[in-house]
């Protein structure tokens, strides 16, 4: 399962860089071998200071809004947390989500299992818009966005 993570040495580790990555903390999106072939993508890193929000939600693809979490609304004002057409990638609706979902707004990312708790990370600026990211278990997506929300804080200083 897809892991989110803060990396405070700055993405001198197992995840794959992209080109938001910055010297500073930084936000990665770990992908196991079979997600990273589904998803037809890699693993993500994007620096901590991009990170405008981050919210936890019950079931990402409901028009709902979100359970925890700072800032804006990740549901988009009443608006789906997954936003757009899944390419490249893997989707069946309401069972899997995994790979860059493209939408008038730009992209976003999600690896996004059944209709369980995920964490939402809206960014300001870089090539993703938003990561939407399933849980691993009960009370990780508010815990998750608790921890990216005050390492965002920090990471803008």
Do not use: K
Request: net charge neutral; charged share 15%.
């Amino acid at each position: 399962m897809a892991r989110l993570q803060v990396d405070p040495s700055g993405g001198a580790g197992g995840g794959a860089p992209n080109a938001t990555d910055a010297a500073g903390p930084t936000l990665r999106l770990d992908l196991s071998h079979w997600e990273a072939l589904g998803a037809l993508h890699g693993s993500l890193s994007a620096p901590l200071a991009q990170v405008a929000s981050c919210t936890a939600v019950q079931d990402p693809w409901a028009r709902a809004g979100p359970v925890t979490g700072a800032g804006s609304d990740a549901s988009g004002g009443g608006g789906r947390v997954l936003r757009g057409w899944r390419a490249p990638g893997t989707g069946l609706p309401g069972v899997i989500a995994l790979g860059t979902l493209r939408h008038s707004g730009g992209r976003d990312f999600a690896a996004v299992y059944r209709h369980r708790p995920a964490v939402v990370v809206d960014f300001s600026a870089g090539p993703w818009g938003r990561w939407v990211v399933t849980a691993a278990g009960e009370g990780e997506a508010e815990r998750l966005a608790a921890e990216v929300t005050a390492a965002a804080a920090a990471a803008r200083g």
